[in-house]
């Protein structure tokens, strides 16, 4: 059964940091690119962060870009995501992807909800 588990979500206040985590089962881990979504309130799902397979490459959405780290450890079939100097607008439902190309095929998490608020 394949499977991406999110967790680490959470309340923080502005400034503060988080660190999102996305366990992986069920499906060769190190076949798939890894990606963090976000979906706020009334709005569509914005893709936040890429890490390659191996990890040698990483994207990032210029909102987030020098606040946010995506890196994976394949020996643990975990990706992360560090979020520092969160702001309101950070406010979410943070989902990870598992994404193959060829053949095409993903798996998503069930999210994880993270609220930046005083």
């Known amino acids: 059964q394949e499977q991406l588990v999110e967790s680490g979500g959470g ?8 660190r999102l ?8 881990f190190t076949r798939y690119a890894m990606k963090w979504y976000r979906q ?17 490459s990483t994207t990032y959405a210029e909102s987030v870009k020098g606040r946010f780290t995506i890196s994976r450890d394949n020996a643990k079939s975990t990706v ?3 979020m520092n100097n969160l702001k309101p607008e950070d406010t979410a439902v943070y989902y990870c992807l ?11 998490g069930q999210g994880t909800q993270v609220t930046v608020s005083s």
């Open 11 to 18: 309340l923080v206040q502005p400034g503060g940091s988080l």
């Open 21 to 28: 985590s996305c366990a992986a089962s069920g499906f060769t």
């Open 40 to 56: 706020a309130p009334g709005k569509g799902r914005e893709l936040v962060a890429s890490v390659s397979s191996i990890g040698d």
């Open 80 to 82: 992360y995501l560090q």
């Open 98 to 108: 598992a994404r193959q190309l060829n053949p095409r095929n993903d798996y998503w």
